[in-house]
């Protein structure tokens, strides 16, 4: 009798080496994932040099390497880049690619609308880079607070506009990926997959799928009605109308946003950490409820980027008490997170070193962001550098070192490329030692006064400061090109 030998199943996937006409036309969740991923990591390098040109002009006193104009749309696209482009786009990417394979899904649920989703990012990104061919781009911050934004201040520029219309397309793009992956993970679920026995990550995707449906609108709102001051000539946010109304609008999206990056990389560092450790996750259903903890709170905190406007006592208070109070489910998570940890039997591989980083960073972010849920230590505080740093502590340290930690961990899974184990150990001590030598000294700028969104400064004592903070963000740019070097080594030849 005859025997048929079949052929050795393959242990990774290879949908990295399709032809480019597959990648432009594919329905295919992990392609379309890793399209999300690759985007997000050029954004990354956009917004990084947008970050080294800032530091180099604020690195001595009275510099001139770029003009006052420049300057502010420079930091405009640095946050904008990062926080839309980046971060938000490369989780996105994670999600496409692994919640199906964990819930053994074969497809996410609306194959065509999740390409449709993806296609929308570079239109989104390209509609906003336009705004730099016009000759002036958003220059008013990433925020885009009116009036600074309305005809009184940018009747000459059309960047507002592009930028404006860039966000309109990307809350669009958010809302159809949320709608696919709440309507996959509750409609897809393998036979026997019950909601109690999903992983974490899904949690933290269904969680921030959530998130992104309550808040999207708001902010895709503000930016119509944005448009509607600009071109027809209503009053929603003039000196006339409203200004704060446009913060309102603003922060309930801005401030729930910190969590639609900061959620998904809590559930990867929930996957990464048992796995490490060898035990499973202590306490899940209460990292369950954190998560859903943290949605809740998350959307009523958003005032207190306000404090300075002028609002009344009790509301102030009821903020500062609220913001204080998301803490405790943060909390949980850390708690469960080093009692997994604990005891275990922990290999202190590259995924696992940029997991203790993550929960270091965030900590440090955490606990300054307590201080600044305080009305007057945030009035004494507020657009100073004190803010910048704390942002970069949850922003940077809560989710880049997550994504660097959930790269190393699944490159694997994705390419059956195993990343140089040399290379992954310089770019995490780089990026961390990077990291904490730009933004932890930061802080002390901020408490000697130093306003955020300056150009340039007369005042020597921040001198030394500065230039200690742009070397540092060197270092970090160094890290950014090991791991570069690391990824299209190993791609070719790992």
Request: glycine residues 8%; charged residues 10%; proline residues 4%.
């Amino acid at each position: 009798m005859a025997t048929t030998v079949l052929p050795r199943p393959k242990a990774y996937d290879d949908t990295f080496f399709k032809p480019i006409s597959i990648w432009l036309t594919t329905t295919d969740h992990k392609l379309i994932g890793i399209m999300y991923m690759v985007t997000a990591m050029i954004s990354f390098v956009i917004g990084g040099i947008f970050a080294l040109i800032i530091r180099l002009q604020l690195s001595a006193p009275n510099l001139r390497i770029v003009d006052d104009s420049t300057y502010n749309q420079i930091i405009s696209a640095h946050g904008v880049t990062m926080i839309f482009f980046f971060v938000t786009i490369f989780v996105t990417g994670i999600a496409n690619y692994m919640v199906p394979i964990m819930i053994g899904a074969r497809d996410m649920a609306f194959p065509r609308v999740n390409l449709l989703g993806f296609w929308l990012v570079p239109v989104s990104i390209i509609l906003y880079y336009c705004g730099f061919f016009t000759g002036h781009a958003l220059d008013a911050g990433w925020t885009g607070y009116a009036p600074l934004t309305e005809n009184a201040y940018q009747n000459h520029s059309l960047g507002v506009d592009f930028w404006a219309m860039s966000i309109i397309v990307w809350a669009i793009s958010g809302i159809m990926a949320s709608t696919n992956f709440l309507t996959t993970i509750i409609a897809l679920r393998a036979p026997g997959m019950r909601f109690s026995r999903l992983p974490l990550f899904v949690w933290a995707q269904i969680s921030t799928s959530i998130l992104l449906l309550v808040v999207g609108a708001p902010l895709a709102a503000a930016m119509i009605l944005l448009e509607f001051d600009r071109q027809v000539g209503t009053q929603f946010f003039t000196t006339e109308g409203r200004p704060v109304l446009y913060q309102h609008l603003f922060w309930f999206f801005g401030h729930p946003e910190v969590y639609v990056m900061i959620l998904p990389a809590f559930g990867m560092i929930s996957e990464i950490v048992p796995v490490f450790a060898r035990k499973p996750i202590f306490g899940y259903m209460s990292m369950v409820a954190a998560l859903f903890g943290i949605v809740f709170l998350s959307m009523t905190v958003w005032a207190h980027h306000m404090f300075t406007v002028g609002m009344n006592t009790y509301v102030e208070g009821f903020f500062m008490l609220m913001t204080m109070l998301i803490a405790v489910p943060t909390g949980i998570k850390f708690f469960n997170w080093i009692a997994t940890a604990w005891w275990g039997s922990i290999d202190f591989t590259v995924p696992i070193k940029f997991v203790f980083g993550f929960l270091a960073t965030f900590l440090i972010g955490g606990i300054t962001g307590i201080y600044l849920a305080s009305v007057p230590v945030d009035t004494q505080l507020h657009q100073s550098y004190f803010v910048v740093a704390h942002l970069h502590y949850v922003l940077f340290g809560g989710s880049v070192f997550a994504i660097f930690a959930g790269i190393y961990y699944w490159f694997p899974k994705i390419t059956g490329r195993l990343l140089n184990k040399t290379l992954g150990e310089w770019h995490f001590w780089t990026t961390f030692v990077g990291f904490n030598g730009t933004f932890l000294i930061m802080h002390t700028l901020g408490l000697e006064g130093m306003p955020r969104r300056i150009w340039t400064y007369s005042n020597e004592a921040w001198a030394l400061t500065n230039i200690i903070i742009t070397i540092s963000s060197f270092l970090i740019a160094f890290s950014v090109l090991l791991f570069l070097i690391n990824i299209v080594r190993s791609w070719n030849h790992g």
